[in-house]
C-alpha cells in the first residue's frame, strides 16, 4: 500500500522502536534516543501488535533501539515476531556487547542489519567515555556480526573534540580492514544553557573533515530521506557524516516515527510534550482499525521543529 505520509507531505517509511531504557554501560553524551526516562518497557507480543499497525500503514522499516536493546532476554524473540509481518528491513542500534552471544541467533531469526556504537579503539579512552572495560567484547561481537551475515554493520562514532578526534582516521581503516561502513556523527550544539559547556568542551567541527574526503573520494554519494547525509568512498572504504539535528534540512527528510519503552507515539525526536498513547488502548482490546486511527492522528500531529525563517 502507500506509504502514510504526514501533513508536510513526508513519508513514514520507517519506524524506531526505544525497547528499553536500560544500558549496561554509561556514556557521559547519552541523550537516549531524546527519550524521557522511564522504567516501564513494552512485552514482545505489544511491540508486534504495534509494528502490525505500522506495516499496515505503509511503514517499510523498523530498527530496535534502547538505551541498549541486548539487554532484553527477549531480544530474539522480538526480532523474530517482526520478521513475520514482511518488513523490507530489521535493524538494531546497539553497543555490541552481547552481540557475540546474539549474532547468529538474531540473523537466523530475521535481523538484516546493525549499528555499533563505538568511539575509540582505546580501552582507556573506551573506559573514560562509557565508566567500563567492554572494548574487547565490542570488537568480537562487530567481527562476529559480519561473520554470520549481517550487512552492512555500521559504526557510529560521535566525536568529541579532546577525547577522539585524533582516532577517525584509525577509526575509518578499521571499518575498511573489516567491510565495515563508518558513520561519524557530530554532536549537536544547542542554545540550552545547560548543554553549553558540554558542546563548548567537546563540539568538533565536522566541515575541515568534509573537505578532506571529498578532496580523497573516488565517489560522493547522497542519501536521500537520511537529511542528504553524504557517504564517501574512498580507497575502498565507507564513510558517512552525520550532521546534527539542529537544521531544516534533518527535519524537512524526516520519515520516521518512534515508539517509546512505555509504548507512546513519539512524532518528533526533538520534542516531548506531544507522545501519543497507544499501549494502553493495545491493552484495553481496542481494534486493529482503532489503533490504525490512532497512529494516523499521531503522524497527522507531526510539524518541523526546525523551519525556515
Given at each position: 500500500m502507500d506509504k502514510i505520509k504526514d501533513t508536510y507531505?513526508?513519508?513514514?517509511?520507517?519506524?524506531?522502536?526505544?525497547?528499553?531504557?536500560?544500558c549496561n554501560i554509561q556514556c557521559f553524551y547519552c541523550h537516549h534516543d531524546g527519550m524521557l526516562n522511564s522504567k516501564e518497557e513494552i512485552s514482545s507480543d505489544e511491540i508486534f501488535q504495534i509494528a502490525k499497525v505500522a506495516k499496515n500503514l505503509g511503514v517499510e522499516k523498523v530498527?530496535?533501539?534502547g538505551g541498549e536493546p541486548l539487554v532484553r532476554s527477549d531480544i530474539v524473540d522480538i526480532v523474530g515476531k517482526l520478521n513475520?509481518?514482511?518488513?523490507?528491513?530489521?535493524?538494531?542500534?546497539?553497543?555490541?556487547?552481547?552481540?557475540?552471544?546474539?549474532?547468529?541467533?538474531?540473523?537466523?531469526?530475521?535481523?538484516?542489519?546493525?549499528?555499533?556504537?563505538?568511539?575509540?579503539?582505546?580501552p582507556e579512552t573506551y573506559k573514560c567515555i562509557t565508566k567500563k572495560d567492554y572494548l574487547s567484547e565490542v570488537k568480537n561481537g562487530i567481527l562476529k556480526s559480519v561473520d554470520v551475515g549481517l550487512y552492512p554493520v555500521k559504526i557510529n562514532m560521535v566525536v568529541m573534540k579532546g577525547i577522539n578526534d585524533n582516532e577517525i582516521h584509525d577509526m575509518f581503516g578499521f571499518c575498511k580492514d573489516n567491510g565495515l561502513i563508518l558513520q561519524l556523527i557530530e554532536i549537536l550544539e544547542t542554545d540550552n544553557c545547560e548543554d553549553n559547556d558540554f558542546n563548548e568542551k567537546y563540539h568538533f567541527d565536522m566541515t575541515p573533515l568534509e573537505k578532506e574526503f571529498t578532496?580523497?573520494?573516488?565517489?560522493?554519494?547522497?542519501?536521500?530521506?537520511?537529511?542528504?547525509r553524504k557517504k564517501y568512498f574512498i580507497d575502498g572504504g565507507e564513510v558517512e557524516i552525520v550532521r546534527p539535528?539542529?537544521?531544516?534540512?534533518?527535519?524537512?527528510?524526516?520519515?520516521r516515527l518512534r515508539i517509546t519503552p512505555e509504548g507512546k507515539i513519539k512524532p518528533c525526536l526533538l520534542r516531548n510534550d506531544n507522545l501519543v498513547d497507544l499501549i494502553s488502548h493495545i491493552r484495553s482490546g481496542d481494534s486493529e482499525k482503532d489503533l490504525e486511527e490512532i497512529f494516523i492522528g499521531a503522524v497527522n500531529s507531526r510539524e518541523p521543529y526546525f523551519i525556515d525563517d
Open positions: 507531505n513526508r513519508p513514514i517509511i520507517s519506524l524506531r522502536i526505544s525497547i528499553t531504557n536500560r530498527r530496535l533501539s513475520t509481518l514482511n518488513f523490507k528491513d530489521i535493524s538494531i542500534t546497539t553497543n555490541g556487547i552481547f552481540l557475540d552471544k546474539y549474532a547468529e541467533d538474531l540473523v537466523k531469526a530475521g535481523l538484516k542489519r546493525v549499528n555499533v556504537s563505538l568511539d575509540t579503539l582505546k578532496d580523497l573520494a573516488s565517489e560522493v554519494t547522497v542519501r536521500k530521506f537520511m537529511q542528504d539535528m539542529d537544521n531544516t534540512k534533518f527535519c524537512e527528510n524526516c520519515t
